[in-house]
């Protein structure tokens, strides 16, 4: 069984069809990119996927079970969670907030014990922040934990985008443009990070990126999204030399394999 399977998925707003007849399907461990040209729709099939846009046909299937149409905060908890093209940390929060916030999710202390600070109150956020400091730490920012997160430089900000996602314990990461701004090296370094991730927290991720380098540096196998629609699938080497994608996003083969 797939550990994602998204059959004949599509949405409307109004008379716009952003995509329609989506399939994309996701095996356990497998590292997927998802490219296309602006406005194709990858963004759109993220939020699909995480509870902001519910589909108008079609379904996702996540682990054997139906997501479509669950609240994001729900299919978080399901095993599912993704960063963003715009960085979306709580910035005036410190660091470790920022991973702690993510790890109530699974929290074994509840609301009752909260309110009234009972002793499961106080374990329960010790170890939370046992936890955090622990992810912070493989990321390289627990020396961090207690710097304001809008204070950090963009590529530590991206990390930390990356750890609270993770923090949340998914079984499936989205990652959108991870390498959005970021120059040459930082690129090499994220590559090397997200295989890092996928191998040590054995996961299933599912990317998009404008970045040919790092996708086809990373993922083994990707997704052609134009108008809305899957135009093609397969290894970066035939994704790379299909006519299709070359005519539809990619451009000349020599600017691929420059």
Known sequence: MALLEINNVGIAFGGLRAVTNCNISLEQGELIG???????????VFNMLTGVYNPT????????????????????KRGIARTFQNIRLFKELTVL?????????HARHGMFS???????????????????????????????????AKNLPYGQQRR????????AQPRLLLLDEPAAGMNPQE????MELIYWIRDHFKLTILLIE???SLVMGVCERIYVLEYGRIIAEGTPDEIKNDPKVIKAYLGEEVKLNA
């Open 34 to 44: 998802l490219i296309g040209p602006n406005g194709a729709g990858k963004t759109t």
């Open 210 to 212: 404008h970045d040919m």
């Open 97 to 105: 907030d920022n991973v702690k916030i993510p790890y109530h999710i």
């Open 57 to 76: 046909e079609g379904e996702i299937i996540f682990e054997g079970k139906s997501i479509a149409g669950l609240r994001p905060y729900h299919i978080t």
């Open 160 to 167: 930390l985008e990356i750890a609270r996602a993770l923090a």
């Open 114 to 148: 909260s309110v009234l600070r009972l002793p499961a109150y106080y374990r329960g956020e010790a170890e939370i922040t046992e936890k955090a400091i622990a992810c912070l730490d493989v990321f390289g920012l627990a020396d961090k934990k207690d710097e304001v």
């Open 187 to 190: 690129t090499h370094e994220l």
